[in-house]
T-cell receptor, first 117, second 108 residues
Framework: SAVISQKPSRDICQRGTSLTIQCQVDSQVTMMFWYRQQPGQSLTLIAT?????????ESGFVIDKFPISRPNLTFSTLTVSNMSPEDSSIYLCSVEDREGNSYNEQFFGPGTRLTVL | QKEVEQNSGPLSVPEGAIASLNCTYSDRVSQSFFWYRQYSGKSPELIMSIYSNGDKEDGRFTAQLNKASQYVSLLIRDSQPSDSATYLC????????FGAGTTVTVRA
């Protein structure tokens, strides 16, 4: 499966500021996804990022708060804008990697642990 | 997003026993079902995918899918302390919905 890296691995930020999270994949992938995992919770899909088109956001998430870029088939960024303590979460990118008879399988990066003070 | 519910934990099993995890989902259209394992402080790791009714075995793991009942399960045979983790059920055809997870502790 693809090797996925994220930067930064963790950060502590002040409220009102913004943080951009990078996701790098070692192979070209069509679909990349951004998830949030709030403390003690499961994963929630924020948006789907496809190269060459606008990201598609899930209910409850908006582009002004979570702008996403997807400049090529190996890279994406998620920005958490105008942060508040409620944005403290782990942010994860994932990619769909198709091999053999498997499909729709997603593999996750190591995550970015964000704390907003 | 689709609703995905897992049996509440935590689940504690002795080493060598079978751990049984259950998951129900609301969306009848989905054709893809997954189990992820997440160790504390780590990201989810895919351990099983299943697409058709019946059983799928991979080592000590067996996934079972029943689309009519909208039910998917995971059995962990010969449980080991290294299996202690949170197991997440995920459903969806490219956009995944996750259950809340079941925390499994294997007692040595």
């Amino acid at each position: 499966s693809a090797v996925i890296s994220q930067k930064p691995s963790r950060d502590i930020c002040q409220r009102g500021t913004s943080l951009t999270i990078q996701c790098q994949v070692d192979s070209q992938v069509t679909m990349m996804f951004w998830y949030r995992q709030q403390p003690g919770q499961s994963l929630t899909l924020i948006a789907t990022a496809n190269q060459g088109s606008e990201a598609t956001y899930e209910s409850g998430f908006v582009i002004d708060k979570f702008p996403i870029s997807r400049p090529n088939l190996t890279f994406s960024t998620l920005t958490v804008s105008n942060m508040s303590p409620e944005d403290s979460s782990i942010y994860l990118c994932s990619v769909e990697d198709r091999e053999g008879n498997s499909y729709n399988e997603q593999f996750f990066g190591p995550g970015t642990r964000l704390t907003v003070l | 997003q689709k609703e995905v519910e897992q049996n509440s934990g935590p689940l504690s099993v002795p080493e060598g026993a079978i751990a049984s995890l259950n998951c129900t989902y609301s969306d009848r259209v989905s054709q893809s079902f997954f189990w992820y394992r997440q160790y504390s402080g780590k990201s989810p790791e895919l351990i099983m995918s299943i697409y058709s009714n019946g059983d799928k075995e991979d080592g000590r793991f067996t996934a079972q899918l029943n689309k009519a009942s909208q039910y998917v399960s995971l059995l962990i045979r010969d449980s080991q302390p290294s299996d202690s983790a949170t197991y997440l059920c995920a459903v969806g055809d490219y956009k995944l919905s996750f259950g809340a997870g079941t925390t499994v502790t294997v007692r040595a």
